[in-house]
């Protein structure tokens, strides 16, 4: 995999973003909350790195916050809706029967609600609080982690070494934890990085129409979305968080397309 | 083959059914006293005459029982209650916003197959120039570009910049059909490509497929020239695994198009929903869900059953 330029380009991008986000009180002297009329719409440099906002707010520090937030549900939901599709998955795949046909039908009526318009749905009636984001963000994405999961257990469980394990007595759990979990990781953990660019995706989109987190809360989709509104004056505030949206989403999926590639060499001749 | 449709059908019911009483347990599922959600949650503060009399608008004084038989039979015959807010019968205005978002997935949907489809052919028999990378590259440019991104790179770039055409809003097609054109120009082009984007890689990837195969090895080696084994041949039966990914598109375009509606001001369904949502008009909120996941189902419908009269591999299974 990391013979991969392109991937090895695209994991340097993330952890670029991930390190400035973490130590951005070291890396700036403003305060991002910090609102001052004196410093409104300031182009790039002249003390502030990225500019000022309509507020007279530091964008490179705002960024940068607000990356944190939209990361951390990103990652956090990514990793719930792994743990639960992973667990649906392996269980419907390996027992098959009822707890097959009952996973397949949940799945085939999740998949008739556009995602978005459910994450809107209950995110503005049950609240917008990062948690309930992680969670909606995350639930709306297990039926594509599970369903993967489940038919890479279909082949695996008909494996050799399955079958091998099973005829020394291993239990049902060992089976599916000793012998199939290391199996089924490679499949799961493209759709772990294809699963970060959706949830940046849908995150960023909720808190554009003003249903992500609240404010003084930062994230990306609400930097543009107010920022927006003042374009024709400096472009700016929300030129920065448009291109970090963009440029991590594509890093999430040129990854995944990658991890797949080298998971799976007939594809790549495709 | 009719056996296969029936049976179709009949899931798709029973889909349409499940989809019905979730939509109308929701407000149920809601933590508290619905009528009390309604009326904006406890922070509110409505007076106990304003909650019970709002219990009672909203049946909720009936057995929960009761209250879903009457939901499901009005609901079947096409009556989705009167909106809190102006007492106006819900259908007749989710049609009409139904007709503006259509305004908007019609256009973009014909876009995406027109263009998609011959780029995506063209990047197929053209893997080893310049020109299939860099349209792979525009491609994953189009899934990784939030569609609200482009809107508004678009709003700045031809309504404030270049000042050509009208950066938001909305015009009736009977009222002044170029205006309607001039607006509706950027919102359909905004959502259609992510769809172009997936149109077209999987044109590519499925015509690359069909051309590997030996048919196309046998046609050619007796004599067939290579254009009309690409189109008679090759791109004919890459056309089935493509739809199922257009119809599929068409489905989500139905979520998608809420932000482009969003950025454009376009008054079409999804801005509806958000505004409903905000102004807690249940039946409406409720009205916008069962209607955008029976299009979504009924558009799945369509695909599979086009794609069992094109492929008689799908139906004997």
Same mark, same amino acid.
């Given at each position: 995999?990391?013979?991969?330029?392109?991937?090895?380009?695209?994991?340097? *991008?993330?952890?670029?973003?991930?390190? &400035? #986000?973490?130590?951005?009180?070291?890396?700036?002297?403003?305060?991002? +909350?910090?609102?001052?009329?004196?410093?409104?719409?300031?182009?790039?440099? +002249?003390?502030?790195?990225?500019?000022?906002?309509? *507020?007279?707010?530091?964008?490179?520090?705002?960024?940068?916050?607000?990356?944190?937030?939209?990361?951390?549900?990103?990652? *956090?939901?990514?990793?719930?809706?792994?743990?639960?599709?992973?667990?649906?998955?392996?269980?419907?795949?390996?027992? !098959?029967?009822?707890?097959?046909?009952?996973?397949?039908?949940?799945?085939?009526?999740?998949?008739?609600?556009?995602?978005?318009?459910?994450?809107?749905?209950?995110?503005?009636?049950?609240?917008?609080?990062?948690?309930?984001?992680?969670?909606?963000?995350? $639930?709306?994405?297990?039926?594509?982690?599970? !369903?993967?999961?489940?038919?890479?257990?279909?082949?695996?469980?008909?494996?050799?070494?399955?079958?091998?394990?099973?005829?020394?007595?291993?239990?049902?759990?060992?089976?599916?934890?000793?012998?199939?979990?290391?199996?089924?990781?490679?499949?799961?953990?493209?759709?772990? #990085?294809?699963?970060?660019?959706?949830? &940046? $995706?849908?995150?960023?989109?909720?808190?554009?129409?003003?249903?992500?987190?609240?404010?003084?809360?930062?994230?990306?989709?609400?930097?543009? +979305? +107010?920022?927006?509104?003042?374009?024709?004056?400096?472009?700016?505030?929300?030129?920065?968080?448009?291109?970090?949206?963009?440029?991590?989403?594509?890093?999430?999926?040129?990854?995944?397309? #990658?991890? !797949?590639?080298?998971?799976?060499?007939?594809?790549?001749?495709? | 083959?009719?056996?296969?449709?029936?049976?179709?059908?009949?899931?798709?019911?029973?889909?349409?059914?499940? /989809?019905?009483?979730?939509?109308?347990?929701? @407000?149920?599922?809601?933590?508290?006293?619905?009528?009390?959600?309604?009326?904006?949650?406890?922070?509110?503060?409505?007076?106990?005459?304003? /909650?019970?009399?709002?219990?009672?608008?909203?049946?909720?004084?009936?057995?929960?029982?009761? =209250?879903?038989?009457?939901? /499901?039979?009005?609901?079947?015959?096409?009556?989705?209650?009167?909106?809190?807010?102006?007492?106006?019968?819900?259908?007749?205005?989710?049609?009409?916003?139904?007709?503006? %978002?259509? =305004?908007?997935?019609?256009?973009?949907?014909?876009?995406?197959? /027109?263009?998609?489809?011959?780029?995506?052919?063209?990047?197929?028999?053209?893997?080893?120039?310049?020109?299939?990378?860099?349209?792979?590259?525009?491609?994953?440019?189009?899934?990784?570009?939030?569609?609200?991104?482009?809107?508004?790179?678009?709003?700045?770039?031809?309504?404030?910049?270049?000042?050509?055409?009208?950066?938001?809003?909305?015009?009736?097609?009977?009222?002044?059909?170029?205006?309607?054109?001039?607006?509706?120009?950027?919102?359909?082009? %905004?959502?259609?490509?992510?769809?172009?984007? %997936?149109?077209?890689?999987?044109?590519?990837?499925?015509?690359?497929? =069909?051309?590997?195969?030996?048919?196309?090895?046998?046609?050619?080696?007796?004599? @067939?020239?290579?254009?009309?084994?690409?189109?008679?041949?090759?791109?004919?039966?890459?056309?089935?695994?493509?739809?199922?990914?257009?119809?599929?598109?068409?489905?989500?375009?139905?979520?998608?198009?809420?932000?482009?509606?969003?950025?454009?001001?376009?008054?079409?369904?999804?801005?509806?929903?958000?505004?409903?949502?905000?102004?807690?008009?249940?039946?409406?909120? =409720?009205?916008?869900?069962?209607?955008?996941?029976?299009?979504?189902?009924?558009?799945?419908?369509?695909?599979?059953?086009?794609?069992?009269?094109?492929?008689?591999?799908?139906?004997?299974?």
């Amino acid at each position: 995999m990391l013979k991969d330029r392109r991937a090895r380009i695209c994991i340097a *991008f993330l952890l670029l973003v991930v390190t &400035v #986000s973490l130590f951005i009180s070291y890396l700036t002297p403003h305060n991002p +909350q910090k609102v001052s009329g004196d410093s409104r719409f300031l182009p790039p440099g +002249q003390g502030y790195l990225l500019g000022t906002d309509e *507020f007279g707010r530091d964008v490179f520090g705002r960024v940068f916050t607000g990356a944190r937030l939209t990361l951390g549900i990103s990652f *956090f939901s990514m990793v719930l809706a792994g743990i639960i599709g992973i667990t649906l998955g392996v269980g419907a795949g390996f027992y !098959r029967g009822i707890l097959e046909k009952l996973v397949m039908r949940l799945i085939d009526i999740t998949l008739c609600f556009p995602p978005i318009v459910v994450a809107i749905f209950v995110v503005s009636f049950f609240g917008s609080s990062a948690v309930h984001l992680t969670c909606v963000i995350g $639930l709306l994405y297990v039926p594509r982690v599970a !369903r993967v999961v489940y038919s890479s257990v279909l082949t695996v469980r008909e494996m050799q070494h399955v079958e091998a394990s099973k005829s020394m007595g291993a239990s049902n759990l060992r089976l599916m934890t000793v012998n199939i979990l290391p199996n089924i990781l490679a499949p799961a953990v493209v759709q772990f #990085s294809l699963g970060m660019g959706h949830a &940046v $995706l849908m995150e960023s989109g909720l808190s554009f129409l003003g249903l992500g987190p609240a404010p003084p809360a930062i994230t990306w989709g609400r930097m543009v +979305q +107010q920022s927006a509104r003042f374009m024709d004056i400096s472009y700016f505030p929300v030129l920065w968080p448009s291109m970090l949206i963009c440029l991590t989403i594509l890093a999430f999926n040129i990854l995944g397309d #990658s991890l !797949r590639d080298s998971m799976d060499p007939r594809l790549k001749s495709l | 083959m009719k056996w296969y449709f029936i049976r179709r059908l009949l899931v798709s019911f029973v889909l349409v059914w499940i /989809v019905a009483t979730l939509v109308f347990f929701s @407000l149920h599922l809601l933590p508290g006293d619905p009528a009390l959600v309604v009326l904006g949650g406890a922070e509110a503060n409505p007076s106990p005459e304003a /909650v019970a009399a709002m219990r009672e608008k909203l049946g909720l004084n009936e057995p929960i029982f009761t =209250q879903y038989l009457g939901w /499901v039979k009005k609901a079947a015959r096409g009556d989705l209650g009167k909106s809190l807010i102006n007492e106006r019968p819900v259908g007749p205005d989710l049609r009409l916003r139904l007709g503006r %978002t259509l =305004q908007l997935i019609i256009p973009a949907t014909v876009l995406a197959i /027109v263009v998609g489809i011959p780029m995506g052919v063209f990047a197929a028999t053209h893997r080893n120039s310049i020109i299939d990378p860099i349209l792979s590259s525009l491609a994953l440019l189009g899934f990784s570009v939030p569609v609200f991104v482009m809107g508004i790179l678009f709003v700045w770039f031809f309504g404030l910049y270049l000042k050509v055409l009208p950066a938001s809003g909305y015009i009736p097609f009977r009222d002044n059909p170029v205006g309607f054109l001039k607006v509706m120009i950027l919102p359909a082009l %905004t959502l259609s490509f992510g769809m172009l984007a %997936t149109v077209m890689r999987m044109t590519r990837s499925c015509v690359l497929e =069909q051309l590997g195969a030996d048919y196309v090895r046998t046609a050619r080696s007796k004599g @067939l020239a290579f254009k009309t084994v690409l189109y008679k041949h090759a791109l004919r039966n890459a056309l089935l695994p493509i739809s199922t990914v257009i119809a599929l598109q068409v489905g989500l375009m139905f979520g998608g198009s809420v932000l482009v509606e969003s950025v454009y001001n376009w008054p079409g369904i999804n801005s509806f929903l958000i505004m409903s949502i905000n102004l807690r008009d249940y039946p409406v909120v =409720q009205g916008i869900l069962l209607l955008i996941s029976v299009m979504f189902i009924g558009i799945n419908l369509i695909a599979d059953m086009g794609y069992a009269l094109l492929d008689p591999k799908v139906r004997l299974n």
